[in-house]
C-alpha cells in the first residue's frame, strides 16, 4: 500500500511518520509545495520541534517514510492520500474573521482529480468545516477520467508538544465516511491501517457529517473550560480565592474531571481560536445565533484575559511601563513546541509595546526571528523590542519579568540572582501560576500569580 500525505506541517509531518513507523509494510510520502520545509524534514534539523519526534522519523525515513515536493507524482502512485493543509481563519471577503478559508483544500481536490489516474480513497486530516467533504467529492467526481474516490473525515486530535505520545497511544481515532458499501469498505481500510497498533475499540466510525463536526466541538469543549476557569481566575483576584486551590477543587469531582483546568495568561495556538470562529460562522450559516453567540463569548473572555495580564502589569508598575525594561519568559503557545502561532506572548508584548515599554523576550525554542515576526506576518518587529540568550540576559535590569510560557526550565531559575540585578522594586508576573509566589516574596520579588490572591491579602489570611 502507498499512502501519500499532502501538507508537511505540525499535522502531516508527526501523523505520517507515526503510520510509517508502525506499519513498516506501507510507504508514507508526505509531500508539500514549501521546498524549505520539505528540504528541513529531510535534514538533521526538522521544521518543527516536538520532543520525540526526531526518533520517531529517524527510524522511518528513507525505509518507508519519505518527504518530497513531487505532488504530481505521489498522488498518481498513492492508494490513500490524506488531506493535512492549512484551514485558516479567512480574512477577505465574506465570512472575513471566522469563517475556515477553504483555498488550500480546494485547490488540493484539484491537484488530485487532475493527476489521479487511478480512484483512491482520500482523508481529510485538516479541520474544515461541516459539510467540505461534499465540495471534495464534487470537484473530484468532474474529472475527466470517470474515476471513482472515496472521501473520508479522519480528524487529528494530536497536542502540540505531546504530538508522539498522542499520536502512539491517542485516546481514540475517529473515521467517518459515507454508509454506502463504497464508504464502508474505504473506512474498513482505514481502520486497517490504524489498528496495527491501536486498539481496535479506540477506534470509532461514524458518518461523514459526525466526524466533521466532532472535530470543532472537540476543540470548542476544551478552549471552552480554559476560558471558564480563567474568568473565575479574576473572581480569585477579587475575593482572595486561590484558582488553583479551586481547580483542584472542582476537578476532584469525576464528573468535571481535573484536566484542562490550569489557568493561564489565555490560550493560544493555531486552532483554538481559528476553530471556535469556524463553529460560530457555521451557527449562524444555519440560522442558529444564540449557539453562535454562545461559543463566542468563550474566545471573547480569551481575549480579555490577554487584556487583562498585560494591563495588570502596567497598573503595577505604577500605571507606566514607558522606557522600562520587562522581561517576558516565553514565546511559544506553550511548553515543548516552537509554534508561536496566536501564542498569548504576541498580545502581550504588543500592548507593552504600545505602552513605550522597552521589551525583552526569551525562548528556549523559538527563533529570534520568528519572536520578531510574528506568525501572521503582520511584524511586531521594533527597536524596543530584543530577543535575550537566555532567561538571565532577559531579566538583567528589568523592572519586572512576565512568565508567559511554562517552559519547566522557568521554574529553577535562580531567582535570588535575577532579583539582584533588577531595579527596586522588581516585579514578577506569573502568567502560568509555575512559580512558587511565597518563595519568591520572602527573596523581596513583588510576585502576583493568575487568580492568585495578592501578597497583602495573603498576610491578612494568614493572620
Ligand atoms: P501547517 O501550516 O503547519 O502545515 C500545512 C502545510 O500544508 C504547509 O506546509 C503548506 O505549505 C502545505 N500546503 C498548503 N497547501 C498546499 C498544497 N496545495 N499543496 C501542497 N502543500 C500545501 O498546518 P498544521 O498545523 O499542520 O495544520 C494542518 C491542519 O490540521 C489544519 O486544518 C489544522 O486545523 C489541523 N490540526 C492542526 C493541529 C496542530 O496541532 N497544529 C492539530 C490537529 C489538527
Ligand atoms: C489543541 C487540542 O488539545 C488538540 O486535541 C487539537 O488536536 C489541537 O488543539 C488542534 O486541533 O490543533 P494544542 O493547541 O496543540 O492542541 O495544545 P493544547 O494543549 O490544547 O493547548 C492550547 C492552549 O491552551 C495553549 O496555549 C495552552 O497553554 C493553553 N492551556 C491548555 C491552558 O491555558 N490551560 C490548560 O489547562 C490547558
Redesign the pocket.
Known amino acids: 500500500m502507498n499512502i501519500c500525505c499532502i501538507g508537511a506541517g505540525y499535522v502531516g509531518g508527526p501523523t505520517m511518520a507515526m503510520i510509517a513507523l508502525k506499519c513498516p509494510d506501507i510507504t508514507v510520502t508526505v509531500v508539500d509545495m514549501n521546498a524549505a520545509r520539505i528540504a528541513a524534514w529531510n535534514s538533521g534539523t526538522l521544521p518543527i520541534f516536538e520532543p520525540g519526534l526526531d526518533d520517531v522519523v529517524k527510524q522511518a525515513r528513507g525505509k518507508n517514510l519519505f518527504f518530497s515536493t513531487d505532488v504530481a507524482a505521489q498522488i498518481k502512485q498513492a492508494d490513500i492520500i490524506f488531506v493535512a493543509v492549512n484551514t485558516p481563519t479567512k480574512t477577505y471577503g465574506v465570512g472575513a474573521g471566522r469563517a475556515a478559508d477553504l483555498r488550500y483544500i480546494e485547490s488540493v481536490a484539484r491537484t488530485i482529480a487532475e493527476h489521479a489516474e487511478t480512484g483512491k480513497i482520500i482523508v481529510e486530516k485538516s479541520?474544515i468545516p461541516v459539510k467540505t467533504a461534499d465540495a471534495i467529492k464534487t470537484i473530484l467526481a468532474s474529472n475527466s477520467k470517470g474515476l471513482k474516490f472515496a472521501v473520508l473525515s479522519n480528524p487529528?486530535?494530536?497536542?502540540?508538544?505531546t504530538a508522539v505520545k498522542d499520536l502512539t497511544n491517542p485516546d481514540r481515532v475517529l473515521i467517518g465516511g459515507e454508509r454506502t458499501p463504497e464508504g464502508e469498505k474505504a473506512m474498513e481500510t482505514l481502520v486497517g491501517v490504524y489498528a496495527r497498533w491501536v486498539p481496535r475499540d479506540r477506534i470509532i466510525t461514524t458518518n461523514l457529517w459526525s466526524s466533521e463536526l466532532s472535530k470543532l466541538v472537540?476543540?470548542a469543549f476544551?478552549a471552552q473550560r480554559?476560558s471558564s476557569i480563567n474568568s473565575i481566575s479574576a473572581l480569585c483576584e477579587a475575593t482572595g480565592a486561590d484558582v488553583d486551590e479551586v481547580a483542584n477543587a472542582i476537578g476532584k469531582d469525576s464528573r468535571i474531571g481535573p484536566k484542562?483546568?490550569?489557568s493561564?495568561v489565555g490560550?493560544?495556538?493555531?486552532?483554538?481560536q481559528k476553530?471556535i470562529l469556524n463553529l460560530t460562522y457555521l451557527c449562524e450559516s444555519f440560522g442558529l445565533p444564540e449557539v453562535a453567540a454562545y461559543w463566542t463569548s468563550v474566545v471573547g473572555i480569551n481575549d480579555w484575559q490577554k487584556q487583562r495580564f498585560a494591563g495588570r502589569i502596567v497598573k503595577e508598575l505604577f500605571n507606566t511601563v514607558a522606557d522600562k525594561k520587562i522581561a517576558v519568559l516565553g514565546f511559544a503557545?506553550?511548553k515543548d513546541t516552537n509554534d508561536t502561532r496566536e501564542s498569548?506572548a504576541i498580545n502581550v508584548v504588543r500592548d507593552l509595546l504600545a505602552e513605550h515599554a522597552k521589551v525583552s523576550v526569551y525562548d528556549p525554542k523559538v527563533p529570534a526571528d520568528e519572536i520578531k515576526i510574528d506568525s501572521l506576518g503582520k511584524g511586531i518587529d521594533n527597536p524596543r523590542l530584543t530577543v535575550a540568550k537566555d532567561a538571565y540576559e532577559a531579566c538583567a535590569g528589568a523592572h519586572a519579568i512576565a512568565i508567559v510560557t511554562?517552559w519547566d526550565e522557568f521554574k529553577t531559575l535562580d531567582y535570588a540572582k535575577i532579583f539582584a540585578g533588577m531595579p527596586k522594586p522588581a516585579f514578577l508576573f506569573d502568567g502560568r501560576n509555575i512559580v512558587d509566589l511565597a518563595a519568591l516574596r520572602k527573596i523581596g520579588f513583588k510576585a502576583s500569580g493568575i487568580g492568585k490572591p495578592a501578597a497583602s491579602r495573603r498576610a491578612e489570611d494568614l493572620g
Open positions: 479541520t487529528e486530535f494530536l497536542a502540540e508538544g472537540a476543540n476544551l480554559i484542562f483546568l490550569k493561564s490560550f493560544g495556538g493555531s486552532c483554538f476553530d503557545f506553550k498569548a511554562e
